[in-house]
């Protein structure tokens, strides 16, 4: 009987063993499965780390490349203030070695002012950069037109139901600051003018003029419409630098394709270019630019030379009485880098007008619809009486009766 009792014990230990040792083995292959995991783990959280550092220095590098890459003028010991120089009469100017930065002459150039249709130029730089198709077509509508001639704003002369390419737009938009090329380049690129403007804004973020805000694509006044003459010039140099932008810029005349309204097409010339040849100043010729006029900005010119020492220049002159003030002001800039330019003696000094004028606003452009001959006939007039040598001086622009409403 005690035999019989201590078998199934010793059964019972052995049993007993054997499941020990499956709970050793068991435990022994969960805990080092465990520590493997606990591995890959740390191994792909050391991984991930080094990842977010590589992406976080990638950015870091890339976002101090953006920052380099911004022009940014400064001035230097060397850098003249015009304030007090009678030869100025434009209240906001400007010149700004585009190469290095440099700003050479400054007069109030970073107050605030209002750029009136030098606002094209953005308008111009970021159509250009957007359009993919340059001989594309957009047909102008009644609908387009109809708010333009109630402003009584400039137009190029394009009319309702023509169909026209957007390079002729281009062109319409830059040489006579045409407002009704200006809207259907807007309409054409984003639909509506708030997008457009839009991009305006973020393009000038980008550009670092810090101290412009925009509120619409063709430079009709507004008190949040604003910007520096340090800001045009920065804006000046980005659009100079775009291939598209510098040769539009730069043309003194432009003819349009032909269309059913305008068979022969219609001349369009640069509202600079008919108060200047371009090569006054010695040693400088410039190449391209766009004015502006509002009552509240008064007239205004951004312009860009280059040097025989190959060197570029920006020089801005704003807020002037007559329409010849800041193209004189901007060739005597000019005349500070070679001491190339001398003021002409049969222009009297003038005094502004009150800055809180509240009259419609004005544009600096007249109308382009002419034929060839006679737009010939107007250059060569105004260059006349640009140097003296006709019977009349610079005329104000509200006494000219092709100035029209901006």
């Known amino acids: 009987m005690q035999l019989q009792s201590k078998i199934p014990v010793k059964k019972t ?3 007993a063993c054997i499941c020990l040792i499956v709970l050793i083995v068991v435990c022994s292959v969960l805990s080092n499965k465990e520590i493997s995991k606990h591995k890959n783990d740390s191994s792909q959280n050391v991984s991930d780390d080094i990842n977010i550092q590589k992406k976080t220095t990638i950015e870091t590098s890339e976002l101090q490349e953006k920052k380099s890459d911004i022009f940014v003028p400064s001035t230097d ?7 007090s120089d009678n030869n100025i009469v434009s209240q906001y100017a400007v010149l700004v070695n585009a190469d290095d930065g440099t700003i050479t002459a400054s007069k ?15 308008s111009l730089l970021v159509a250009v950069e957007n359009i993919k198709d340059f ?50 380049i807007v309409d054409y690129v984003s639909g509506n003018e708030e997008t457009f403007v839009a991009l305006m804004n973020q393009k000038a973020k980008a550009l670092g003029m810090n101290h412009t805000h925009f509120t619409n694509a063709v430079g009709l006044h507004d008190e949040n419409h604003y910007s520096t003459a340090l800001d045009i010039a920065i804006l000046m140099k980005a659009a100079m630098e775009n291939p598209t932008c510098r040769q539009i810029l730069g043309s003194v005349e432009y003819r349009t394709t032909s269309t059913q309204q305008h068979p022969n097409g219609m001349i369009l010339l640069s509202t600079m270019y008919k108060r200047m040849y371009g090569n006054e100043v010695k040693n400088m010729t410039i190449i391209g630019g766009k004015t502006g006029f509002t009552d509240q900005a008064m007239q205004c010119l951004a312009s860009y030379a280059t040097a025989v020492d190959g060197n570029e220049y920006v020089v801005v002159t704003a807020y002037a009485p007559t329409e010849m003030n800041p193209v004189f002001d901007s060739f005597a800039m000019y005349g500070l880098v070679n001491g190339g ?24 452009d007249s109308d382009s619809t002419e034929t060839a001959s006679d737009a010939e006939t107007e250059l060569d007039s105004s260059s006349e009486d640009l140097y003296g040598n006709g019977d009349t001086e610079a005329t104000d622009p509200e006494e000219s009766s092709s100035e029209l409403y901006e």
């Open 135 to 184: 001989n594309d077509t957009y047909t102008i509508t009644y609908e387009l037109i109809a708010p333009l001639i109630e402003q009584e704003a400039a137009r190029a002369g394009f009319e309702s139901g023509e169909t026209v390419s957007i390079t002729d737009l281009l062109y319409g938009m830059a040489l006579p600051s045409g407002a009704d090329a200006t809207m259907a």
């Open 108 to 122: 109030n150039a970073n107050e605030k002012m209002y750029p009136a249709s030098m606002t094209k130029l953005m």
């Open 341 to 364: 330019y001398e003021m002409p003696t049969h222009l009297e000094k003038t005094t502004y007008p009150p800055t809180e004028a509240t009259t419609t606003d004005s544009s600096d």
């Open 77 to 83: 010991d060397k850098t003249v203030d015009v304030s």
């Open 13 to 15: 230990k052995i049993i």
